[in-house]
Each structure stands twice: as structure tokens, then as C-alpha cells.
Antibody
Framework: QVQLQESGPGLVKPSETLSLNCTVSGGSISTYYWTWIRQSPGKGLEWIGYVYYSGSTYYNPSLESRVTISVDTSKNQFSLRLSSVTAADTAVYYC??????????????WGPGTLVTVSS | DIQMTQSPSSLSASVGDRVTITCRTSQSISSYLNWYQQMPGKAPKLLIYAASSLQSGVPSRFSGSGSGTDFTLTISSLQPEDFATYYCQQSYSTLYTFGQGTKLDIK
């Protein structure tokens, strides 16, 4: 059974960089896309971006200038960095696996989520 | 961005009821539509992908239908554990987007 677990600071100061890791267990990080999704009361569920196991990435254009997602296959981990954060970035952050068939893409395994609060 | 609009935003129903939730998209997305269930304080869980394909392990009382811009999630006979928030999500565009959610609670 694949399991994902987010880790990182729960409190980040405004203008600083939010950094989260996601550890994948019970399966290999290879062959899949891995993504970050956040959820805040004001904006609902928001897709942030993904990384393929090869390292290629694609980001939500609304966040692209501040986001970096990377993968470390040797550790079975992937990571999120979001720079210049403001209170609007306060949310629960989920790491998620994207599964796909020949045609269909869907989010099938989710981490439990971690609340990140942006405050001084 | 593809906009997703769910209706209703909230719904009260009783155990045993048949419930339908609708998701409408701002442009045609063929069948690239997924449904998720979220319990309070938990991560969303995949129920349906490709508009009508049941994810492994999901009870058969859940079903999905639709294509183009109009989709439905149906729960044929509500069980106590089904009271949750439901989200639709499109995968037609790589800029994945979600509906705002439908909260289903007990009448």
C-alpha cells in the first residue's frame, strides 16, 4: 500500500520560503507524477504543480514565479518550495500521487496533509 | 483555466436516500472528470475517475456519469459514512482545477 507523508515547518514568516518534503513509502517514486495541492478556506482546493520522476515539472501559472518542485529518487522523496509567502499562502498542503492510464489522469494517493501558517 | 461549478453547494439528506451532485465545466472536457470524497480533517479520497470508472475499493452505490460539460455523481442509497464533502476535478487541462465542493449532511 502506497503511503505519502508530508514534513516541514508548520509556521513560516511572511516573505520567507515555505519548504515541505514528501516521503513515499510502499512503492517506488519512479514511473509516476507527483504533485502538491493545497486547501484553504478562501480558495478551496488549488493545484500547485507536479514533478515527474525524471525531474520534469509543470506549475500552476498563478504560482509559477514562486514555486519549485523537485524529486529525489534515491530517497523516494519529492519537495515543494514556495518563496515570498504571504498570509494568502496559509493552507493545508497535501502531497499526492498522479496515476494515469493511457488516457486518464487522477489523484489516487494523498498524504494526510500538513497545515502551514504564514505569520510573523 | 477551466472553471468548475458544483451544485448544490450543500445538501441535507437521510440514510437510504438517493442523492445526485452536479458538476458543470466552463468548456467541454470529454470525460476527463474525477470525483473525490473528503471527510472532515482528512485528505480527499478518489471515488470516480474518467467520469464513470469506479476506483478500486469504492462501494458500488457510488456512480458517475456525463461527458462534455455536464457531469453527475450519484449515491444510490446513502450510508452514514457517506456524509462528507464531495469535489469534482478536471484532468482535461494540465492546469488541474476543482469544483468548490458539495457538503452533504444528515437531515
Amino acid at each position: 500500500q502506497v503511503q505519502l507523508q508530508e514534513s516541514g515547518p508548520g509556521l513560516v514568516k511572511p516573505s520567507e520560503t515555505l519548504s515541505l518534503n514528501c516521503t513515499v513509502s510502499g512503492g517506488s517514486i519512479s514511473t509516476y507524477y507527483w504533485t502538491w495541492i493545497r486547501q484553504s478556506p478562501g480558495k478551496g482546493l488549488e493545484w500547485i504543480g507536479y514533478v515527474y520522476y525524471s525531474g520534469s515539472t509543470y506549475y500552476n501559472p498563478s504560482l509559477e514565479s514562486r514555486v519549485t518542485i523537485s524529486v529525489d529518487t534515491s530517497k523516494n522523496q519529492f519537495s515543494l518550495r514556495l518563496s515570498s509567502v504571504t498570509a494568502a499562502d496559509t493552507a493545508v498542503y497535501y502531497c499526492v500521487r498522479i496515476s494515469y492510464t493511457t488516457t486518464w489522469y487522477f489523484f489516487d494517493y494523498w498524504g494526510p496533509g500538513t497545515l502551514v501558517t504564514v505569520s510573523s | 483555466d477551466i472553471q468548475m461549478t458544483q451544485s448544490p453547494s450543500s445538501l441535507s439528506a437521510s440514510v437510504g436516500d438517493r442523492v445526485t451532485i452536479t458538476c458543470r465545466t466552463s468548456q467541454s472536457i470529454s470525460s476527463y472528470l474525477n470525483w473525490y470524497q473528503q471527510m472532515p480533517g482528512k485528505a480527499p479520497k478518489l471515488l470516480i475517475y474518467a467520469a464513470s470508472s469506479l476506483q478500486s475499493g469504492v462501494p458500488s452505490r457510488f456512480s458517475g456519469s456525463g461527458s462534455g460539460t455536464d457531469f453527475t455523481l450519484t449515491i444510490s442509497s446513502l450510508q452514514p459514512e457517506d456524509f462528507a464533502t464531495y469535489y469534482c476535478q478536471q484532468s482535461y487541462s494540465t492546469l488541474y482545477t476543482f469544483g468548490q465542493g458539495t457538503k452533504l449532511d444528515i437531515k
